[in-house]
Nanobody, 117 residues
Framework: EVQLVESGGGLVQPGGSLRLSCAASGFTFSSYAMNWVRQAPGKGLEWVSG????????SYADSVKGRFTISRDNAKNSLYLQMDTLKPEDTAVYYCVRWSSQSLDAWGQGTLVTVSS
């Protein structure tokens, strides 16, 4: 069974940092591109960042470019998102999502990030 479990969310002040983690199991993690997708309260899903299976190529949404860093550790079956200089508009549930067969085919349960003073 494919499982993706996010952790690391919480309440942080504007300008602060958080590091999200995603623990993967039930599939060969190193063979798949992975993504972070978020959903702000009352809004739709927004793709945040993606990383290729080997970790050497990645991309970011314009809204987070220069502030967020995606990474992975295939030996630990883990995906990460380092979030710096957080803004109130970054408040959202963040999901770890697998990319397969040209679709986002497996989702974690999400972790809530709240940026507020």
């Amino acid at each position: 069974e494919v499982q993706l479990v996010e952790s690391g969310g919480g309440l942080v002040q504007p300008g602060g940092s958080l590091r999200l983690s995603c623990a993967a199991s039930g599939f060969t993690f190193s063979s798949y591109a992975m993504n972070w997708v978020r959903q702000a309260p009352g809004k739709g899903l927004e793709w945040v960042s993606g990383i290729f299976s080997g970790g050497g190529r990645y991309s970011y949404a314009d809204s987070v470019k220069g502030r967020f860093t995606i990474s992975r550790d295939n030996a630990k079956n883990s995906l990460y998102l380092q979030m710096d200089t957080l803004k109130p508009e970054d408040t959202a549930v963040y999901y770890c999502v697998r990319w397969s067969s040209q679709s986002l085919d497996a989702w974690g349960q999400g972790t809530l990030v709240t940026v507020s003073s």
